[in-house]
């Protein structure tokens, strides 16, 4: 009988309660009434549904349960009521979104104090009902209010710069890559208990056995110069690296008069020696917001790269600085070029977020 009332409970969309389709407003009582009294005079199910603006489907669940119950109303659902209450999942509902950090024994111990016991199983299933899941925290920069303001001013001030813009810009910046580190990174197919065989497994040593600093440059015409960076680089070799290898890309990837240079506010970068030379080879710079990798596409392709050499195993630095300068070349010009074409989108998310972290 459970299972008929269950099949035959009113709706507009006559759903069972295991439908992943969104259920539809309910009839009313006067418009389930109206299908029976139709149907009492003759009519047929698809002329009730054309009259009354209702699905076929759902004018013949509601006949078939008047003929089965003697009524419309709605009928008793099977199955174990809730364990919390419509206003306890408002409660830790409310809870979480206040502070996203609060655990599960918290909310255990809150609803017991409203007099509800339940198990943490119960709040996860509770919480993923109303689209929650607990999920590891994003590590991001740290932004203080003035590196917010500086983002969204940003973002602002450029959202309506056309495409072709963007495309006169050459994006670089620095980055580390390590031998043995956290990128290296994989997924095996094994059996139970065979976690540990050594094909199933990724070796890594202290502090990432060692790794290289590199320095690479980008437009949307594909990627350019790739430059290890052997000593600790301070502005005097900042400026000896963009002194060699800057114009050469820039000639390289074919920029149009009046190209831009981007990088960072490293202190390297914004040194008064490095912007009198920029300045004294007249190369414009974009002016950038601090604390905003998320606004320079080239982070895309750094993580590519190092997705790629992971892939790859290097055992040594010298086999890793081979393997980077092999795997940058290879990178795909679309792929430089749809990181600039979507800009724009980068910035509206930017305005979205009010300044903070974005996806990309």
């Known amino acids: 009988m459970a299972r008929y009332k269950r099949h035959l ?18 009839l009313s009582k006067d418009t389930r009434n109206k299908i029976v009294d139709l149907h009492q005079a003759g009519k047929t199910e698809s002329a009730i549904g054309k009259q009354l603006g209702v699905k076929k489907s759902t004018v013949g669940a509601i006949i078939i349960k008047w003929k089965t119950y003697k009524t419309t109303d709605n009928l008793p659902q099977s199955g174990a009521p809730r364990k919390i209450s419509p206003r306890g999942v408002k409660m830790i509902t409310r809870t979480v979104s ?3 950090r609060t655990t599960r024994g918290d909310l255990v111990n809150d609803l017991q104090r409203a007099g509800t016991k339940v198990t943490k199983a119960t709040i996860s299933n509770t919480l ?4 929650l899941k607990s999920c590891s925290a994003r590590r991001v920069p740290l932004l203080k209010p003035v590196h917010v303001r500086a983002c969204l001013k940003f973002a602002r001030e450029h959202l309506d710069d056309p495409e072709e813009d963007w495309e006169n810009v050459i994006w670089s910046d620095e980055t580390k890559i390590e031998l043995f580190g956290k990128n290296s990174t994989c997924r095996v197919w094994r059996r139970k208990n065979a976690e540990l065989h050594p094909k199933n497994t990724i070796p890594t040593v202290k502090h990432g056995g060692g790794n290289i600093m590199l320095w690479g440059c980008f437009s949307a015409n594909g990627p350019r110069r790739l430059i290890r960076v052997k000593e600790r ?25 009046g190209w831009v240079f981007q990088h960072d506010n490293d202190p390297k970068h914004t040194a008064r020696a490095t912007k009198e030379w920029l300045c004294k080879k007249h190369f414009k710079v974009l002016e950038w917001p601090s604390q905003s990798p998320d606004l320079n596409p080239i982070e895309n392709l750094w993580r590519e790269l190092k997705i790629r050499v992971a892939q790859r195993q290097p055992q040594n630095i010298t086999a890793l600085e081979e393997i980077c300068m092999e795997e940058w070349a290879k990178l795909p010009a679309t792929v430089c070029k749809n990181l600039v074409a979507t800009y724009r989108k980068r910035l509206t998310s930017v305005i979205a977020n009010k300044g903070y972290i974005i996806k990309y």
Not at 9 to 26: H, I, L, V
Not at 128 to 131: D, K, L, N
Request: charged share 30%.
């Open 98 to 100: 206040k502070n996203p």
């Open 233 to 257: 680089m301070n502005g005097a070799m900042y400026r000896e690296i963009l002194s060699k290898n800057l114009l050469p890309s820039a000639r390289a990837l074919k920029m149009k008069r």
């Open 128 to 131: 993923r009902r109303q689209g």
């Open 9 to 26: 409970s009113t709706t507009s969309n006559s759903q069972t309660p295991n439908s992943t389709k969104a259920k539809t407003k309910e």
